[in-house]
């Protein structure tokens, strides 16, 4: 091989490894760049909900702790009767109901911001948390409702069975602190993958 061809050829070689390695170090950097603009949203959205979980959860505790005691000092009689709670809205703090309310929609609105964001892995999660908050207000839910529809919105009172209000409260709080788990594992895919 002549040396003029050989040095040609060599430069050549030198030139496509130095292309070669500057696409791979812009694709790299786009990659990351994208995985970057990806992370920071769903960290965001992700943050968001726990928090508004976080909020409803310490709303809705010591109503719940209350109603449990209340629930125990009851006569035992009939089956029915002794598990449902009389729920009166004019009992509630000013507020107390609607506040409720406020949260679980927030819980529910960042829920499905989380699911938008992705990954579809912690739909899951989300899902169930949200059915848990939607199921603790709902007695304050028909409450709003016969508010809504009475002259005397302060005496409305519901008979809800809420027996089961304290074991929710802690799957609520198992469900946020398993989606947490989720969430920091997709966080981490986003930053390797």
Not at 1 to 29: C, H, N, P, Q, R
Not at 82 to 101: C, M, N, P, Q, T
Request: hydrophobic share 40%; charged share 25%.
């Amino acid at each position: 091989m002549d040396a003029g061809i050989a040095a040609v050829l060599g430069a050549g070689v030198g030139t496509i490894g130095m292309i070669v390695t500057g696409w791979t170090a812009k694709s790299a950097t786009m990659m990351q760049m994208r995985n970057e603009s990806l992370r920071e949203p769903r960290r965001a959205s992700y943050e968001a909900f726990s928090l508004a979980v976080a909020t409803l959860h310490d709303h809705l505790e010591p109503w719940v702790n209350f109603v449990r005691l209340l629930d125990r000092s009851r006569p035992s009689g009939d089956e029915g009767a002794r598990s449902a709670s009389y729920l009166k809205h004019s009992e509630f703090k000013d507020g107390y109901v609607a506040h409720a309310i406020a949260l679980a929609d927030e819980v529910s609105r960042f829920g499905r911001q989380v699911v938008l964001d992705g990954p579809a892995e912690l739909e899951p999660c989300v899902t169930k948390v949200t059915e848990l908050s939607s199921g603790l207000v709902a007695p304050f839910r028909i409450l709003q409702s016969f508010a809504r529809i009475s002259d005397e919105a302060g005496d409305s009172i519901v008979a809800y069975d809420t027996s089961e209000f304290p074991e929710k409260l802690k799957q609520l709080e198992q469900g946020v602190r398993e989606f947490l788990q989720h969430a920091r594992t997709a966080l981490d895919t986003d930053v390797v993958g």
